[in-house]
């Protein structure tokens, strides 16, 4: 087994302070997936609730709005969204221990845990499937290299 498929999700560093974030306490970004510390962002609890954008996504986002009290968080409208975001985040994170790869490629979507072949594509980084209904905009505009949660958290910690 590789070395990074070792890894735990203790071994994630913090994008502001690079500190190792234990499983508890981080909030991942939901446009760049990188991980935060709640407490280097000084966000509250019920932000694992909802989608939340770093500062440098939620300045870069043109419906950013100014109103948010931190000037970065935003709520969700869609309460299926939040759902799957949340879930998103607690897979990656479960998943990252117990990672084994299977000889057959999963045909349950990761995001909204439904079966079915038709309309599916595959991670490029594992055995991961998921709906194309299920990815966001940004991330259906670059099917040819899509990248689960985990992956994508993986290739930034293996890029730091």
Request: hydrophobic fraction near 30%.
């Amino acid at each position: 087994m590789a070395n990074n498929e070792e890894n735990t999700c203790e071994e994630l560093k913090c994008g502001k302070c690079f500190a190792l974030c234990s499983e508890s306490d981080y909030i991942m970004c939901d446009e760049c997936r990188t991980l935060y510390h709640a407490r280097c962002i000084e966000v509250d609890d019920a932000a694992a609730c909802r989608e939340w954008f770093c500062e440098k996504c939620a300045n870069a986002r043109p419906d950013q709005t100014a109103s948010t009290p931190t000037g970065y968080r935003q709520p969700v409208d869609n309460k299926m969204m939040e759902i799957r975001r949340i879930f998103e985040q607690m897979k990656a994170c479960m998943e990252q221990g117990t990672r084994q790869k299977s000889a057959a490629p999963r045909r349950t979507c990761y995001a909204c845990n439904g079966s079915g072949d038709t309309e599916m594509i595959g991670c490029n980084g594992c055995n991961r499937s998921v709906h194309l209904t299920c990815l966001t905009e940004s991330e259906a505009a670059s099917l040819r290299k899509w990248l689960c949660a985990f992956c994508t958290v993986t290739k930034k910690r293996e890029t730091k």
